[in-house]
């Protein structure tokens, strides 16, 4: 029982050190950094792989919870080019709310846990992330999240989006009544759509938008793109990529 407690108590303090680093990271907006700054979204670079494919299967893939497969399209700031060669680093909760560490880990690397990963976006400026739904922190009140950390090829250093929501999770909308949404990159929020056991989700990011002392002179035209605005076709083509089919409650 000691033991338990004890584990119990360093888990809850690795959750505490992941997010509280998300969470801190708009207390203090750095003048010339490109996002302001980004407490944690470095450790993108330790165990980074040397090629990184625009598919990435996470590690939590194969444990227990429930399947869930995010693809999306990263656009520049107008909103409508695609953006190709941009590697976005995820990093989240296993099925129990535990940034669970794994052993072997870098020590530096265990604060984002275990099922953490990299895609890079192909010409397309698309990508897929083949993961499990993350749980909500135990004794919490944060809904459930994916971090994630965007490294532009031609824009020196990383920063962070707003996090990959979900719209069934009940503890949404009122976190956002307290913590109105950032939309850094556009709205973290995807809708969940469900095909036998797997679920599905479209998370499209625009680069730059409403991230600080993001370059505004690179694009003349300013998103107008609605986010979560689902584009039939190319849905239908991402999954068809996959070998999915559309799900049986796709509108
Ligand atoms: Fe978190």
Redesign the pocket.
Known sequence: MKYLVIGRAILLCL?FI??NG?INRTSHTDSKIIGGGCDGCELMYIGMPKEIHSVDTSPGWNEKGQKLIVTGTVFQLDGKTPAKDVILYYW??DNDGY?SPRAGMDEQAKRHGHIRGWVKTDAYGKYTIKTIRPAP?PDDV?PA?I?LSVKEPDIENEYYTD?INFDDDKLLIPHFKKYPQENRGGSGVVKVLLKHSLQTAQHDIVLGLNIPNYPKNRYKKQSGLNINKFRRSKDVYHLQTQGLSLPDNYE
Do not use: A, F, K, V
Request: with cysteine; glycine share 0%; aromatic share 16%.
């Open positions: 959750i992941s997010c998300q989240q909760t940034y922190y944060l999240h971090h996090e």
